[in-house]
C-alpha cells in the first residue's frame, strides 16, 4: 500500500480506578482534545470517526464526539472486546489508505466496573462458549473461575510444562513492568514491586497471583491519522508512518491447546503478516507495547511475535533482554499491568505510547534509538 496513513496526533488522559474517574464521555473529549492539539488541526478537518467501547450502549461514540464538537461526520462504533481500541485504529488507517478519508479520528474510552470480567448477556448464547467447552475438555482438573483468569492461568501453567520453565518468571515480567512505570506519569501504579511480592501475593486462580494480573481501570484516548497528501497541506512535520498493520481471528488450531485457546497462533499469523508488509523482521524492532493483561499472556505473546525463539522466553527475560540495555524495550509504558485495562482505550494508549517514542518525546522511559527504529504493538 502506497498511501500508508501517517499519526499526526495522540493523547490519553490517565487512567482511573473505577468510582473515581470523570464520566466516559468527559474523558474521551479530554483525550480527543489533547489529540488534535497534538496534531495542530481542528475537528473540522477531520472526515470520519471511529469509538471504540465495550461497556456501553449504542451510539455513545456519537455522546462523547458530541462533546467537542458536532460536524456531521460519520462516526462509527466498535465493540471488539480488549482488541476494540485498536479495531477502531484499523478502520480509521483502512479509510485513509483506501481514500475514502484524508483524515480520521479514533478514539476509545471505558467505565469499568471493579472486579473481573463476565458474561453481561446471560439470557442468550455466551460467545465465549466454545471456549469455555474446549476450556472444560483440555482442563478437567482445573476449577471454574472468572473467564480470564481460567483461560489465562491455564495458559500460563501449561507453559511452565510445556518447556520446563521456573514460574517465577511470570513475576520477574511484572517487577519489569512496574519498574518501567515509575517514568510514566500516565501510569496508575508507580510503586516499584519486588519478585518476593508478586510471588507470595494472594492466588487468584491456580498459576495466577494477584500481582501477576492487570485490574480494570476507566480511562479514554486518541489517536489521529491522516494521508500524506493531507500532512503535506497542513504542514504536519511530526508524523509517523504506519508501516502495516493486521487483524486475524481463530482458526481451528485454536482448539489445539490451551496457548492457542488464548491467541498464540492468531498472533503468530498477525506478526507474521505486518512483518512481511512492513518489510523487516524481529531483529529491526526496538520498542514494544504488548497485551500483557496477565503477565503469563506476556511471556506466550514473546514467543508468538518472534522476539525469541519457541520455549526460549525464559532465557530472554533473564537475559534482560525486555528492557533498558536489552535486545528489546516491552512495555515501556509499564504495560496494562500499571496502566489498567480500559478495555476501548487500551488500543489506542498503546499507539500513543509509541507514537511518543518513535517521535522521541517519552523523557525519562525514551527507548535508545527507538526515534530512529521501529517499533511494534499488539493488543489482543
Known sequence: MTNHAKVIGVNMVKFEKPGKNEPYEIMASKAIKGALEDAGITLADVNQAC??????????????LYQVGMTGIPIINVNNNCSSGSTALYMARQAIESGSADCALAFGFEEMKPGALGDNWTDRTSPFQWIYDRFTQLNPELPDGPVALKFFGAAGLEYLKKYGAN????????VKS????????????????TLDEVMS?????????????????????????????????????????????????????SYEDNLHLVGSGMTARAAQQVYHMAGFDPE?????????????NEVITYEALGLCGEGEAEKLINDHDNTYGGKYVVNPS??????????GATGLAQCTELVRQLRGEAGNRQVDGANGGGSLSWCK
Do not use: W
Not at 514460574?167 to 511484572?174: E, S
Not at 512496574?178 to 514491586?193: C, D, G, V
Open 334 to 343: 509499564g504495560g496494562l499491568m500499571s496502566k489498567g485495562h480500559p478495555l
Open 284 to 296: 529491526a524492532v526496538d520498542v514494544v507495547e504488548l497485551h500483557d493483561c496477565f503477565t503469563p
Open 51 to 64: 469509538a471504540s467501547y465495550v461497556y456501553g450502549d449504542s451510539t455513545s461514540g456519537q455522546t462523547a
Open 167 to 174: 514460574p517465577d518468571i511470570f513475576g520477574k515480567v511484572a
Open 178 to 193: 512496574r519498574q518501567h512505570a515509575m517514568n510514566n506519569p500516565y501510569s496508575l501504579f508507580t510503586k516499584e514491586i
Open 201 to 253: 501475593s494472594a492466588e487468584v486462580y491456580p498459576g495466577l497471583r494477584r500481582l501477576m494480573a492487570c485490574p480494570p481501570i476507566c480511562g479514554a484516548a486518541a489517536v489521529i491519522v491522516c494521508s500524506d497528501a493531507f500532512a503535506k497541506k497542513h504542514n504536519l512535520q511530526k508524523s509517523v508512518v504506519i508501516a502495516a498493520q493486521s487483524m486475524t481471528t481463530d482458526t481451528p488450531d
